[in-house]
């Protein structure tokens, strides 16, 4: 029985390998890896293989348990380093595919949650200088339910932030890091520490309020 051969695309090259089933149950990623070495002269540390749109990590396992197939197309990316070039390795590569994703995480977060958070502390500011300050005009009992209703709106603006911010988090959390990626760990701990900071200015801001309600309620 003919196989359709195997086809490895690099940029715009092709490479076509003549093998069957039994050769890619047998045939591991690692020994695939340094047959595409040989072939292209990417070093196998820089290089990444690509297949049906996932990439393939585990070197001890047969390119059959990634479901190529006699006739499939698995793309390699990768580049031959110039004289004196450091070679790239595979977790520099992932790791920067991490960083990358932690800044889109970062963008994402900030222009979901920063106009909401400064309105939220802008608010609350207000409404402290209209109900609970010392100079307020509003006789706090009177305006009692005036009051309720606007900490309800403001509190409800508090409640949103703070789901959303803890949504982040377990989305940066969510993140899976390879052994060694340092540079993305250190980068994820600033990610944390800056919604961190969001949620207690809102926190503060809240504690706030609620500390000059009582403080008012025990003077009436």
Not at 74 to 81: A, E
Not at 145 to 150: G, P
Request: aromatic share 8%; net charge negative.
């Amino acid at each position: 029985m003919s196989y359709p051969p195997l086809i490895l695309a690099w940029g715009k090259e092709r490479f076509h390998f003549q093998y069957d089933d039994s050769d890619l149950t047998e045939m591991t990623l690692a020994q695939f890896k340094e047959i595409c070495r040989e072939m292209t002269g990417v070093p196998v540390t820089s290089m990444k293989l690509i297949f049906s749109g996932a990439t393939m990590k585990d070197d001890v396992s047969p390119l059959i348990y990634y479901g190529v197939y006699p006739g499939a197309l698995v793309r390699m990316m990768g580049s031959i380093p110039k004289p004196g070039q450091a070679v790239v390795s595979e977790l520099d590569m992932e790791q920067h595919a991490i960083m990358e994703k932690f800044d889109h995480i970062m963008s994402e977060t900030s222009d979901l949650v920063l106009q909401k958070i400064r309105g939220f502390l802008s608010n609350t500011q207000i409404f402290i200088d209209q109900f609970l300050s010392e100079n307020s005009a509003i006789d706090f009992k009177d305006a009692e339910s005036i009051i309720k209703s606007e900490r309800k709106t403001l509190f409800d603006s508090y409640t949103y932030i703070s789901e959303i911010l803890m949504k982040r988090l377990l989305i940066v959390d969510g993140v899976v890091l390879p052994q060694g990626a340092d540079n993305a760990r250190q980068q994820r701990k600033k990610i944390v520490r800056q919604i961190q900071s969001w949620m207690n200015q809102i926190d503060e801001a809240k504690t706030r309020v609620l500390d000059l309600e009582k403080a008012k309620t025990s003077a009436i």
